[in-house]
């Protein structure tokens, strides 16, 4: 059974930090990209973050930029994303996806095959 599984969120005080994790089960994280979408309330979901299947080439969207870290770990068949100087703005629905053999040349969730079903962060004082 294909199965990602988000873990990590939780409720954190501005400029603290979260490591989300997104373990993967039934297929090969190797041979995919992984991408951190979050979607906050009242806001459409979007792309944050994308780790390739290939060199493991990262991309960063501006607002997390400096602030987040994406990583793979291949032996453990499971992607992460560091997350420091948390602000407010970061509340949302974290999601992880994959894409087979990808790029990281966008965020368009068609071309993203299996997601996690979402891990909740929340920054607030």
């Known amino acids: 059974q294909v199965q990602l599984v988000e873990s990590g969120g939780g409720l954190v005080q501005p400029g603290g930090s979260l490591r989300l994790s997104c373990a993967a089960s039934g297929f090969t994280l190797r041979y995919y990209a992984i991408a951190w979408f979050r979607q906050a309330p009242d806001k459409e979901r979007e792309g944050i973050s994308c780790?390739?299947?290939?060199?493991?080439?990262?991309h960063y969207a501006d607002s997390v930029k400096g602030r987040f870290t994406i990583s793979r770990d291949n032996a453990k068949n499971t992607g992460y994303l560091q997350m420091n100087s948390l602000k407010p703005d970061d509340t949302a629905v974290y999601y992880c996806?994959?894409?087979?053999?990808?790029?990281?040349?966008?965020?368009?969730?068609?071309?993203?095959?299996?997601w996690g079903q979402g891990t909740q962060v929340t920054v607030s004082s």
């Open positions: 780790i390739s299947s290939s060199d493991g080439s990262t």
């Open positions: 996806a994959t894409a087979y053999m990808g790029l990281c040349r966008h965020y368009r969730e068609t071309g993203y095959n299996y």
